[in-house]
């Protein structure tokens, strides 16, 4: 005779799979990063997070600000004479890890380089084919 609880072990194991294994990868076109045709595109990591200057949004719930930072170059995708200590800012609510890697697209602004998007190298980011 079977028991009630020697068959809803294996069934309620079986309906929990799917959840476990539901985790997929990021989609190739979430890990396209395009970019602009002067744009730098480089693998490093920030070395350092400096000053954080909020911006002032009503709009705004969580809040963000312009960040200094120094990204260590390793690899440099697009772009040429970039020096290995590259500082810069972005635009953001937190700090960027100091920790990973990240593929950086960088642009030429008033204010130095500013970071235009940046995608843990992790979910193994990728270039479009051609330059906006």
Same mark, same amino acid.
């Given at each position: 005779?079977? &028991?009630? !609880?020697?068959?809803?072990? +294996?069934? /309620?194991?079986?309906?929990?799979?799917?959840?476990?294994? &539901?985790? &997929? +990868?990021? &989609?190739?076109?979430?890990?396209?990063? =395009?970019?602009?045709?002067?744009?730098?595109?480089?693998?490093?990591?920030?070395?350092?997070?400096?000053?954080?200057? +909020?911006? %002032?949004?009503?709009?705004? $719930?969580? @809040?963000?600000?312009?960040?200094?930072?120094?990204? !260590?170059? !390793? !690899?440099? $995708?697009?772009?040429?004479?970039?020096?290995?200590? /590259?500082?810069? =800012?972005?635009?953001?609510?937190?700090?960027?890890? *100091?920790? =990973?890697?990240?593929?950086?697209?960088?642009?030429?602004? *008033?204010? @130095?380089?500013?970071?235009?998007? @940046? %995608?843990?190298?992790?979910?193994? +980011?990728?270039?479009?084919?051609?330059?906006?």
């Amino acid at each position: 005779m079977v &028991s009630m !609880k020697s068959v809803a072990v +294996p069934i /309620l194991a079986a309906l929990m799979m799917p959840a476990c294994v &539901s985790n &997929s +990868p990021v &989609s190739v076109e979430d890990r396209t990063l =395009r970019y602009g045709c002067n744009d730098l595109v480089v693998v490093g990591r920030i070395i350092e997070n400096g000053a954080y200057e +909020p911006v %002032q949004d009503d709009d705004d $719930l969580i @809040g963000h600000a312009w960040v200094s930072a120094r990204i !260590k170059v !390793k !690899k440099v $995708l697009k772009g040429a004479d970039i020096p290995a200590v /590259l500082p810069v =800012r972005y635009f953001a609510h937190v700090h960027m890890r *100091e920790d =990973r890697d990240f593929m950086f697209v960088i642009r030429s602004a *008033e204010k @130095g380089y500013e970071i235009e998007t @940046g %995608q843990l190298m992790s979910v193994h +980011p990728r270039l479009a084919a051609r330059c906006d």
